[in-house]
């Protein structure tokens, strides 16, 4: 630091404190720093719950200098941790530390986890209850019980491993431009529809994706973020989340034809006696009963949820295309006609998963090289 900046920023006016956005009318505007000036620390939070992230530029022991939407000045950096702020230092930028959004991101991008963990563990939960109970009372006295279980084991096994590839892979991240990078549209392009500026992750958002409010981070090739898996399906996990969706399907009817070969082996048993045999299974064995009331009400949304995807495939939609109506008044280019659709939507299911983009940066590289490179357009055409 030379001794001009050290001048001015001990001359700043410090008496600056953290004022709320609908607050900040009287901080004065006085410059706006260059293109090159070095970012410090990122800041991130949500202001009346739309996440934002702001650049400091200098640091002054508790005290952070940062330029927001042209106004900027000193704030004190407890202040605004108690208001809910985060602030990350940035000694070299990473975007898999200082700016992974709401995802958690493993050691060595070994997996990626979304916000909602809740909806995960709710999931495999309603996955294996009935499971179990299937497994140890539903075929309890069946004649060949062991064949029954094998098949069950391989339905849960393959059911759950899809689960949990759709949930833990990387759903397609687009690692985000440093606070200060400035992103602009393609020259040509200004007028696309599909390009546009996300100002959370400072980037220019390529075609079909999205900023998930919820993840916190733009994802490429967005279709929704699911809260059962807890994160966004996208790009690269699209293929896992469809194949659960099938597989899961299968478990539910299994354990339903499963549990109803029980009510007939227990119907059977009273020979002609109209005997409420429900009512005798409720007493002596409530189980089968309580994973057929799961697997009936997991039918249901899972059933109609892999009719819709389907659809989907049909007609090359993803969700929020279709939930927003996107081509309702423009031509959907990526629409083939109803059989390439299908035949493109299954082949997709068998393609490796593409690369990620925010797990193999390397993360040894200077900063001026990675302002550099980060502060390009991700896609240097337009895809018109
Ligand atoms: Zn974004
Ligand atoms: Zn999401």
Known sequence: M??????????????????????RQNIPVLQEPSPLSRCVASIQGKPLGQARVITAYKRQGSWLWIWWDGRFGWVDL??????GWRASQVSSF?????????????????????????????????????????????????PHAAVFKVVLAYLYAT????????????????????????????AGCEDAPDLKICHTCNL?????????????????????????????VARRNYAWFSLFLMSEVILIIYVAFVTALRFRAEYLKFG??????AADLVEHDPWPLAALAVA????????????????????AQTTNESVRGVYRHHSNRNNLGCRANCANAALN??????????????????????LELHSRCFYGTCPS
């Open 2 to 23: 030379n001794e001009e900046e050290e001048e001015d920023m001990t001359s700043a006016p410090v008496q600056f404190r953290f004022v709320p956005r609908f607050r």
């Open 78 to 83: 407890s202040n605004l941790e108690s208001r």
């Open 94 to 142: 990473d975007p898999r530390e200082s700016f992974a959004g709401d995802n958690f991101i493993a050691p060595r991008g070994l997996f990626v986890l979304g916000p909602d963990l809740g909806g995960f563990f709710a999931t495999n939960l309603m996955t294996t209850v009935p499971s179990i109970i299937v497994f140890t009372s539903t075929v309890k006295n069946f």
């Open 159 to 186: 059911t759950t491993y899809l689960l949990w590839r759709a949930a833990l892979t990387e759903p397609g991240i687009l690692p985000r431009n440093p606070p200060d990078a400035k992103p602009s549209l393609p």
């Open 204 to 232: 220019v958002r390529p075609a079909r994706s999205k900023h998930c409010g919820s993840c916190n981070n733009c994802v490429e090739l967005f279709d929704h973020h699911c809260p059962w898996l807890g994160t966004c």
């Open 272 to 277: 002609d006696v109209p005997r409420d045999f």
């Open 296 to 315: 009936v009400a997991l039918s249901f949304p899972v059933i109609s949820l892999l009719a819709f995807h389907w659809r989907l495939a049909a007609i």
């Open 349 to 370: 299911l068998c393609r490796h998963t593409p690369p990620s983009r925010i797990l193999h940066l390397d993360r040894r590289k200077p900063p001026e090289r990675d």
